[in-house]
């Protein structure tokens, strides 16, 4: 089915460590892996993305990894900031290669603390 | 900002009513997409238009219908409203120029429908 799992759900780090968070996803087809934050009140903001020909992508102190035999990818930031806190969500592109359906994981609600 | 904009931003009412949702997607974006939050379900796609014409449906309910007008903006008419719509509906555009589903959607900032 359409499916992607995300890991933590709850993610507590003190400022200036690194934070990682996985999901894995079920459609082997899917070929387009954006990460977005949102914070209260706001809507999903587009952080990285990752498309399926490259195994890595960073920009500045977050990464995104990709591993499509195992079907999973994970963000990674580092040097946290109390302003990173706030909800994580992954996704993976379903369907045709018409369509830009997104299925999105639970999210991951990250906590900096000073 | 991501130039996406949805109005009301609030929206209460009652069982059994109807609303609408609109949403204007970032100037030249061909595609809009529907998308409900809630606590329990998550993020979850609804439906995707592409230049006016539906492209892509997700787990929509018979009582929710969409279209996309002439000038690109979109509707979500939600109607015979129960308890459990209440939730948080997200519009995103993306250019889809290229007819690859591998563009950025853009989201909106939301409106929050309440059902009483």
């Known amino acids: 089915g359409e499916n992607v799992e995300q890991h933590p759900s709850t993610l507590s780090v003190q400022e200036g460590d690194s934070a990682v968070i996985k999901c894995t996803y079920s459609d082997s087809a899917s070929n387009y892996f954006p990460w977005y934050k949102q914070e209260l009140g706001k809507g999903p903001q587009l952080i990285i993305d990752?498309?399926?020909?490259?195994g890595e992508k960073k920009d500045q102190r977050i990464a995104v990894t990709l591993n499509k035999t195992a079907k999973h990818f994970s963000l990674h930031i580092t040097e946290t900031q109390p302003e990173d806190s706030a909800v994580y969500f992954c996704?993976?592109?379903?369907?045709?290669?018409?369509?830009?359906?997104?299925?999105f994981g639970q999210g991951t609600t990250l906590q900096v603390k000073p | 900002d991501s130039g996406v904009t949805q109005t009301p931003k609030h929206l209460i009412t009652a069982t059994g009513q109807r609303v609408t949702l609109r949403c204007s997607p970032r100037s030249g974006d061909l595609s809009v997409y529907w998308y409900q939050q809630s606590l329990d379900q998550g993020l979850q796609f609804l439906i995707q238009y592409y230049n006016g014409e539906e492209r892509a449906k997700g787990n929509i309910l018979e009582r929710f219908s969409a279209q996309q007008f002439p000038d690109l903006h979109s509707e979500l008419n939600l109607s015979s409203l129960e308890l459990g719509d209440s939730a948080l509906y997200f519009c995103?555009?993306?250019?889809?120029?290229?007819?690859?589903?591998?563009?950025?959607?853009?989201f909106g900032p939301g409106t929050r429908l309440l059902v009483l």
């Open positions: 996704a993976a592109i379903y369907g045709s290669s018409n369509t830009g359906k997104l299925i």
């Open positions: 990752i498309r399926s020909n490259v």
């Open positions: 995103a555009s993306s250019p889809r120029t290229s007819g690859r589903s591998t563009e950025t959607q853009y």
